[in-house]
C-alpha cells in the first residue's frame, strides 16, 4: 500500500492532535471553539463586584494537583466564569465577567499583600487543606471584622473539618462557628433558601453518592460579628464550586446547579449590602 507523504511520525502527531481535542471537549462540553477564543474585554469603568479567590499554603496537601492545579486552585477558571455568567444574569449587579478559557477577569488574593481590602467578596476552596501563616490570620481577622465576606466550600468529612478548624481558630480564637439557621436574612436576601439539599462534586455523583469521605450530611455554618453580621459562610460537605464549574455539563443535575446559583446570588447580595 502506498503512503504518500503520510509518515508514521505525521500519524503519532494527527493521534495526539485527535485526541487533545476530544479531551478539550470532554473539559467544555457543549461549547464550541470561539467560546473558547481570547479574554473578556477590559473593564474601563471599573466594575461592582469582581471574582475574588483566595490564595493559601499548605502543609504538603495543598500542594498536590487538585483539579488542575494546587488545593486553591480547584475549578477555576470555569467555577468563576459560570458563577459570573449567573450572578450577570440573575441580578443587576454589576459584575465583571471572567473569561472561560483564560481566566481573564477574576482576581486571586494574597494576604501578605494590600489588596485583600479592596474586595468585599472572597472565595476560598478545598479549605480542608489550607494553612494560614499567624500573620494571614491576622490580616483575615481584620478584613472580616472591617466588613468582608468570606465563602469557604468544596471540603468533606470529619479530617478536612479539623485541617479547616486548626486555621480559622487562629483567625477566631473567642468565635464559635455556628449552624446557619433558617430565619438568617443570608438566605432571604434575594431567594428564600427554605429547602437545602446535598451540593456534591461531579466525582461523587459519578460513584453514584453525593458525599465524599465520611461528610455524609451537609451543613451550613458561619461565623458571626458583634452585631449579628454574618463575616464567613462555611459549606461543608459541599461543592458549589463544582456545580457552578458544570453548569453546562450534561451529566450535572440541573437543580444542584440552580441551587449553588441561588446560594451565590443570596451571597453576594448579602456581602455587598451588609
Not at 473569561?99 to 467578596?121: K, M, Q, R, W
Not at 465563602?151 to 468529612?157: A, K, P, Q
Not at 450535572?252 to 449553588?260: D, G, K
Request: proline share 4%.
Amino acid at each position: 500500500m502506498k503512503r504518500g507523504n503520510f509518515t508514521p511520525g505525521k500519524m503519532m502527531v494527527a493521534a495526539l492532535l485527535l485526541l487533545s481535542g476530544f479531551a478539550l471537549a470532554q473539559r467544555f462540553p457543549l461549547r464550541d471553539s470561539a467560546s473558547l477564543q481570547g479574554d473578556v474585554p477590559a473593564d474601563a469603568d471599573g466594575a461592582e463586584f469582581n471574582f475574588a479567590r483566595l490564595i493559601y499554603g499548605g502543609d504538603g496537601y495543598s500542594d498536590r494537583y487538585a483539579g488542575r492545579g494546587r488545593s486553591w486552585t480547584t475549578d477555576m477558571p470555569e467555577a468563576e466564569h459560570f458563577f459570573m455568567e449567573g450572578l450577570l444574569r440573575l441580578t443587576l449587579v454589576d459584575g465583571q465577567s471572567v473569561s472561560l478559557y483564560s481566566g481573564a477577569g477574576s482576581h486571586f488574593i494574597n494576604l501578605n499583600e494590600d489588596n485583600v481590602f479592596d474586595y468585599p467578596f472572597l472565595y476560598a476552596v478545598e479549605v480542608g487543606y489550607w494553612r494560614l501563616s499567624p500573620e494571614e490570620a491576622a490580616i483575615l481577622r481584620e478584613y472580616l471584622l472591617k466588613g468582608g465576606f468570606l465563602i469557604v466550600d468544596d471540603f468533606h468529612g470529619s479530617q478536612e473539618w479539623a485541617g479547616f478548624m486548626s486555621s480559622l481558630q487562629k483567625v477566631f480564637p473567642d468565635r464559635p462557628v455556628v449552624d446557619i439557621e433558617d430565619g438568617d436574612e443570608v438566605l432571604h436576601a434575594l431567594y428564600d433558601l427554605d429547602e437545602r439539599i446535598q451540593i456534591p462534586g461531579l466525582a461523587a455523583l459519578y460513584n453514584g453518592v453525593t458525599y465524599e469521605r465520611d461528610g455524609v450530611t451537609p451543613t451550613w455554618k458561619g461565623v458571626y460579628d458583634d452585631q449579628g453580621r454574618l463575616m464567613m459562610a462555611i459549606n461543608h460537605n459541599m461543592d458549589l464550586g463544582d456545580a457552578w464549574e458544570h453548569a453546562d455539563t450534561p451529566d450535572y443535575p440541573e437543580n444542584m446547579t440552580a441551587m449553588a446559583y441561588r446560594f451565590a446570588v443570596n451571597y453576594v447580595i448579602y456581602a455587598m449590602t451588609h
